[in-house]
């Protein structure tokens, strides 16, 4: 059977008047590698002005991954170790990253005025349209962590056609519950807001090792400049209502779902597999990229987005016989994911999932 190749097609661009092959060239690239360097935009929402950064250049018919940071980071200081990992780079070379900072949290923010009313976190997911309309982007993967994770799904439960996979790290889709409450109040009295956020982003375990990046992270948090804004989300967050998940219910995700971590109770077993990772605490983003990028790279391929030659060869090994992937396009069926344990390297019986869980 003939092989399927790939085709370098170069675009022909007509040159300015004036301008010689090699300018013109040299401009393109430039270009490009501000592209690749991230631009920030600022886009007008009803709830407020949002800023988000953009890399890579679109690939038509393609969705965008699209990230939401958890409380007291942003962005970067939440997805840089990720999408900067040596393996990301083939994924993400296929895909424009969309990579939103809630309002207040970008580099330099200004801090919110006194009594400045922050958007409830269902407000940051109606932030998203506007956000999608202004690049143009039908479709995306959602990639969020904590706070983050709740947003791109009550965007995915309120705009499902728009959503074609989420990865979900960390998300915790229940509004506190009094007990959650009174066990906040009574840290609130011995804890600063800071604390509090570190509580969240990391495990008791990590946060007692006192390791070289929860010691980073400490510093981020407790030194920002915008603390106050900082506060406002974590309200939001503490304020936050039930996602609802219902099982076989109307309330429930339509799409393929990689859940890095607990929330299985909520989802049918029977749509769930399982990806194992050992120790990789709050932030496995920040703590594990290699074993996620690997979950990813399953996860996308499952959608039919990853050619197996772009995997690497121990995944192709591992996969062979779950999927036929031979080329990007072609094979998108959503058929949806594959998974295994990456411990073991054990593959599970039975269809593969819509659901993915890796738990850490
Ligand atoms: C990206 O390539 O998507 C990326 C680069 C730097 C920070 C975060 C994301």
């Known amino acids: 059977m003939a092989e399927l190749q790939e085709v370098q097609i170069t675009e022909e661009k007509p040159l300015l008047p004036g301008q010689t092959p090699e300018v013109a060239k040299e401009a393109e690239l430039a270009a490009r590698i501000l592209l690749d360097q991230g631009q920030t935009h600022s886009v007008e929402t009803p709830y407020g002005s949002v800023n988000f950064t953009v890399y890579g250049t679109p690939k038509p018919k393609r969705p965008a991954i699209f990230t939401y940071h958890d409380v007291g980071l942003n962005y970067k200081s939440c997805f840089q170790s990720l999408f900067q990992f040596g393996d990301m780079q083939e994924i993400i070379q296929n895909f424009v990253r969309v990579h939103v900072d809630a309002p207040g949290m970008q580099e330099g923010a200004p801090v919110f005025p006194l009594g400045y009313q922050y958007p409830s976190l269902d407000q940051l997911a109606d932030m998203i ?38 990865v979900l790290i960390n998300i915790d889709p229940n509004a506190k519950g009094w007990m959650d409450w009174a066990a906040h109040k009574l840290t609130g009295f011995t804890s600063s807001i800071p604390e509090m956020i570190l509580g969240h982003l990391f495990s008791q375990e990590e946060l007692s090792g006192n390791s070289e990046l929860v010691q980073k992270y400490r510093n981020i948090v407790t030194h920002a400049p915008n603390l106050e804004n900082i506060e406002l989300y974590w309200n939001s967050y503490n304020n936050r209502r039930d996602l609802n998940f219902e099982r076989g ?112």
Do not use: W
């Not at 993967?141 to 056609?161: C, E, M, N, Q």
């Not at 393929?256 to 769930?272: A, G, H, I, R």
């Open 129 to 166: 349209p506007c956000i999608l309309q202004y690049l143009n982007f039908s479709t995306i993967i959602g990639v969020g962590v904590g706070a983050g994770a709740y947003i791109l799904s009550r965007y995915a439960l309120t705009h499902p056609d728009t959503v074609e996979g989420l």
């Open 249 to 360: 219910g109307d309330i429930t995700l339509k799409c393929p779902v990689m859940l890095v971590v607990e929330c299985n109770s909520k989802l049918d077993p029977t749509q769930t597999s399982f990806l194992k990772m050992a120790d990789s605490g709050g932030q496995p983003q920040l703590t594990q990229p290699g074993k996620l990028t690997e979950a990813f790279k399953y996860f996308l391929q499952g959608m039919g987005y990853m050619a197996s030659s772009c995997m690497t060869r121990l995944s192709r090994s591992r996969t062979a016989s779950l999927t036929s992937a031979a080329s990007i396009d072609l094979n998108r069926s959503r058929s949806r994911t594959l998974s295994q344990s990456s411990e073991s390297g054990t593959l599970p019986s039975g269809p593969p999932g819509h659901t993915m869980e890796v738990s850490c």
